[in-house]
């Protein structure tokens, strides 16, 4: 199994610009989560989704975020528009049933100047 | 709200020692999942060992290990024979056991570093 894919591995972008990031959950999970990790605030969730829908996202930071899952094997996270306090890590996972494991993709680091 | 807390930020051990790194939670919940997750400096978060809440028995994969104390709500991994692939960012986990809810919530970690 190729696991969770993420692109881009590494993005910069100027502050104002829109970011797209993507995620290629592994083949049968229902579930994917977003998340952000950074030295300050360490590993936030940031959305949630089962079945493609969104279950929970009051983690989300602000209006700026969005998040969208299409179908059961892709899923975008944008921020329109960046700043440079949204630099991080961002992580997908996914995960099946409601009880397994959440397994992560490599991660985005996303540089805003 | 449930919180998973990790007081080593960071450690430091000779190659071959046992190491323990430790965490406690919060919950009110009777049922849930514990993880350790293994954050190397490659980012990628990889799975290290979980523990379901109803099970006595501590989890167990090759030379790591949990100390699961589901009373003084205390879920520690021991280390064993480390090796310098063991050097990483260390992360506890909680999470509950209901369709409700189905969020991890992560400690801020413990940097463990493997010394030759």
């Known amino acids: 199994d190729a696991g969770v894919i993420q692109s881009p591995r590494h993005e910069v972008t100027e502050m104002g610009q829109e970011v797209t990031l993507r995620c290629k959950p592994i083949s049968g999970h229902n579930s994917l989560f977003w998340y952000r990790q950074t030295m300050m605030r360490g590993l936030e969730l940031l959305i949630y989704f089962n079945n493609n829908v969104p279950i929970d996202d009051s983690g989300m930071p602000e209006d700026r975020f969005s998040a969208k899952m299409p179908n059961a094997s892709f899923s975008t996270l944008k921020i329109q528009p960046s700043e440079p306090r949204d630099s991080a890590v961002y992580f997908c996972?996914?995960?099946?049933?409601?009880?397994?494991?959440?397994?992560f993709g490599p991660g985005t680091r996303l540089t805003v100047l | 709200a449930q919180t998973v807390t990790q007081s080593q930020p960071e450690m430091s051990v000779q190659e071959a020692e046992t190491v323990t790194l430790s965490c406690t939670y919060d919950?009110?919940?009777?049922?849930?999942?514990l993880f350790w997750y293994k954050q190397p400096p490659s980012r990628q978060m990889i799975l290290v060992i979980r523990?379901?809440?109803?099970?006595?028995q501590n989890a167990t994969e090759n030379r790591f290990s949990v100390n699961f104390q589901k009373a003084a709500k205390s879920f520690s991994l021991k280390i064993s024979d480390s090796q310098l692939g063991d050097t990483a960012m260390y992360f506890c986990?909680?999470?509950?056991?209901?369709?409700?809810?189905?969020?991890?919530?992560f400690g801020k970690g413990t940097r463990l570093h493997i010394l030759p």
């Open positions: 523990q379901e809440a109803y099970k006595q």
């Open positions: 986990a909680f999470m509950k056991q209901t369709n409700r809810d189905d969020k991890i919530i």
């Open positions: 919950t009110s919940e009777s049922n849930y999942y």
């Open positions: 996972a996914s995960r099946t049933g409601e009880w397994d494991t959440q397994y």
